[in-house]
């Protein structure tokens, strides 16, 4: 059985960090990748940022370019979301999911999720 559990949420000001982590066990094969969505309240969910299994390859949302950083530890079976300069409208539900990911050469990386889900972590960013 697939689990992921998250950890590293909490409160921030504007402009702080924190780093995510996402605790992954029960993968039987390396074909899926990691992956880090995010909900706020009255939004749908969105994808974040996600990671091959090799860590070769990685997907970020526009929004968070050049301040977020995914990276994996394969001895632990963590994958980190390293988040920097963060704002306000970061503040949400983080949840990590197994996903499959693709690289059309129209757009590059893109990750899809599959039913593999942790219960989440919430990032609070004050003003």
């Known amino acids: 059985e697939v689990q992921l559990v998250e950890s590293g949420g909490g409160l921030v000001q504007s402009g702080g960090s924190l780093r995510l982590s996402c605790a992954a066990s029960?993968?039987?094969?390396?074909?899926?990748?990691i992956g880090w969505f995010r909900q706020a309240p009255g939004k749908e969910r969105e994808r974040v940022s996600c990671t091959s299994s090799s860590g070769n390859i990685a997907y970020y949302t526009d929004s968070v370019k050049g301040r977020f950083t995914i990276s994996s530890d394969k001895a632990k079976k963590t994958v980190h979301l390293q988040m920097n300069n963060l704002k306000p409208e970061d503040t949400a539900v983080y949840y990590c999911a197994a996903v499959r990911i693709t690289v059309p050469l129209a757009t590059g990386p893109l990750c899809y999720p599959l039913d593999a889900w942790g219960k989440g972590t919430l990032v609070t960013v004050s003003s």
């Open positions: 029960g993968f039987t094969s390396d074909d899926y990748g």
